[in-house]
């Protein structure tokens, strides 16, 4: 019997192949998968199962009954003249049937004459996990029974044997090693090592990001993984491929938090990659290219307001002046590596080169509503969005607020409002585009006083640069406009620019071939949040799973998933690690 690599290839497979492979699974009874062919596709062993039955339920007493006496009896001539199926003969064997002594033999041998001259088909019976002397009890109880209720104890007897031949047989795929539950358990130990016992916090160079790597460390290893501490603090995990020393394909996901974070930005990611990783190792399996697993040390800035430290120093871009920075409690960077253990003039030995890393790919929640609203588990990520961020200032005129007439007044936030309003439709009106004005403060800011001053700040992200840079010019038209019908004068200051991250053609490829095989549809969306790729894109390819969360909601501790979709998410991860094509420019 050929082992199929999963149940969705074998759904998808033609009938004779079908019947090819689960034809023993009803002993010498092909006609049962024949028939449960018709039910295809499957979405579980269960399903399958459940077919396998129904078609030998509503298959006739005649041939039910060549299904009993296909069975072979227990320690009988089959046995011994070794032409047992191999189901059968592991079966037998596990119940330690094939080392009766001659006591026992003789006691089942004529037990089973006796029953079959009773009821005219051989004695049949899960024997797994059971010993030889509750077999024989079985036979010498259930002798006694009438034929009709034998007959029918038989059929299901038939039916769990069936159940544990289909368990065995896709036990041995890799998908079947993972544990969703073992993933969720780890992000519920990670959100321990927090701050506080009631929020979880976890900031760079903390005692508790040390607790947190201690533990994904040791993860990590069980996995068959090598493991080091690199020197901004991100935590390591190496698999070898093929051969040791090839290249590696990069997973992973950030280990620091946000104030009051939830559970699953960046931890899962970290945790799934792990989980993949042991799938692997189960199986023994070598893929052709190392596989490192990467908990980043910070990726949201929170402690020194600089992000993307811990994948910045990987991609060898981390700005050495950020050392500088410092801490709510006047701590400098450099001092908390050193506090934590580490040597901040080494922190160029944690860059990796780009022959090293054959590409990046993070699993990680959607952290927007976008799935949940589509009713998908997953999501192949397009690009992480470039953003700029800049200030804008309109000045007018202060006044009485019951003196000036409206006619004469110069209201500074009036205006503003008018400039909050075009771009938020601007942004409505170009796709994937989004803009927000987070920030308002009117000058003086008095109940009785016309603004005379207003600053506002402007946050516009878009997955593809160029668009990007057209919506803030226009941006800036709009406000220009709504300023010169007003007699206002105006400024914008920008602040921060960060190019669009585009993922990688060829791995969002493989990403949605992973997501078809596990029958789902390939749906791609722009992460409208920054991201590690953003660092690591410096020197490799890069690429994101989506995972679909609750309400859209993150950095907040009412972010939630499921169970189920822990599971779908991993498996299409381990899928696409188990194909993984790397770039042939990278060797
Ligand atoms: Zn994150």
Not at 109 to 114: D, E, H
Not at 452 to 474: C, H, L, Q, W, Y
Request: charged letters at 20%.
């Amino acid at each position: 019997m050929t082992t199929p690599d999963t149940l969705h290839t074998l759904s998808y497979a033609d009938r004779a192949q079908f019947v090819a492979t689960l034809g023993g699974i009803f002993e010498h009874s092909p006609w049962v998968a024949d028939i449960a062919w018709e039910s295809r596709p499957f979405s579980s062993i269960d399903a399958l199962h459940a077919a396998m039955v129904e078609a030998v339920s509503s298959a006739s007493i005649e041939a039910q009954l060549a299904l009993i006496c296909a069975h072979p009896e227990l320690a009988g001539k089959e046995a011994a003249a070794g032409v047992l199926t191999r189901e059968s003969k592991t079966e037998q064997a596990s119940a330690g049937l094939d080392r009766c002594t001659a006591d026992e033999l003789a006691r089942l041998r004529t037990l089973n004459k006796a029953y079959r001259e009773k009821f005219g088909f051989p004695f049949v019976m899960v024997v797994r996990q059971r010993s030889k002397h509750e077999i024989l009890d079985a036979l010498a109880s259930r002798v006694g029974n009438a034929r009709e209720q034998e007959f029918a104890t038989c059929l299901a007897e038939i039916g769990k044997i069936g159940r544990f031949r289909l368990e065995a047989m896709f036990t041995n795929s890799s998908a079947s090693r993972i544990s969703a539950q073992r993933i969720w358990d780890r992000c519920e130990a990670l959100a321990l090592c927090s701050e506080s016992t009631d929020a979880l916090t976890r900031i760079y160079l903390s005692e508790q990001q040390r607790a947190a790597n201690v533990l994904v460390q040791a993860w990590m290893q069980e996995a068959g993984m090598a493991t080091h501490l690199d020197a901004i603090g991100n935590i390591v995990g190496r698999y070898e491929g093929k051969q040791p020393g090839l290249p590696c394909l990069m997973l992973g996901s950030h280990l620091d938090t946000v104030r009051d974070a939830g559970k699953y930005d960046g931890m899962l990611g970290v945790v799934a990659a792990i989980e993949c990783v042991h799938a692997l190792n189960a199986c023994g399996t070598r893929p052709p290219v190392a596989i490192e697993v990467v908990g980043f040390a910070d990726e949201e800035g929170v402690r020194f307001s600089a992000t993307l430290l811990g994948s910045r120093a990987i991609a060898g871009t981390f700005d050495v002046s950020a050392l500088d920075k410092t801490d709510r409690n006047g701590t400098s960077m450099r001092e908390a590596i050193r506090q934590f253990g580490l040597d901040p003039s080494a922190i160029a030995t944690a860059a990796r080169r780009r022959e090293e890393v054959a590409a990046f790919v993070e699993l990680h929640i959607e952290q927007g509503p976008v799935l949940e609203a589509e009713g998908l588990a997953v999501g192949v990520v397009t690009a992480i969005n470039g953003f700029c961020r800049s200030v804008a200032e309109i000045h007018g005129m202060a006044g009485h607020a019951g003196t000036v007439p409206m006619n004469l007044r110069k209201d500074a936030l009036a205006a503003a409002a008018e400039c909050v309003l075009a771009i938020e439709s601007l942004a409505r009106e170009t796709p994937d585009l989004v803009a927000t004005v987070g920030q308002i403060e009117a000058f003086p800011g008095a109940i009785n006083v016309i603004p005379g001053r207003v600053r506002f700040t402007i946050d516009v992200r878009s997955p593809r640069d160029e668009e990007r840079v057209n919506a803030s010019n226009k941006i800036a038209q709009l406000i220009e406009k709504v300023c010169a019908g007003r007699h206002l004068i105006f400024s914008i200051v920008p602040m921060h620019e960060g190019k669009t991250a585009a993922c990688a053609p060829w791995l969002m490829n493989q990403l949605g071939h992973a997501i078809v095989a596990e029958n789902m549809v390939v749906r791609s969306l722009p992460s409208g949040a920054g991201h590690d790729g953003m660092a690591i894109i410096a020197i490799a390819d890069i690429a994101m799973l989506f995972v679909r969360c609750k309400g859209g909601i993150s950095h907040n501790p009412a972010e939630a998933i499921t169970l189920e979709d822990i599971a779908v998410s991993t498996r299409v991860f381990l899928r696409f690690i188990e194909n993984f094509k790397p770039l042939n420019a990278h060797f």
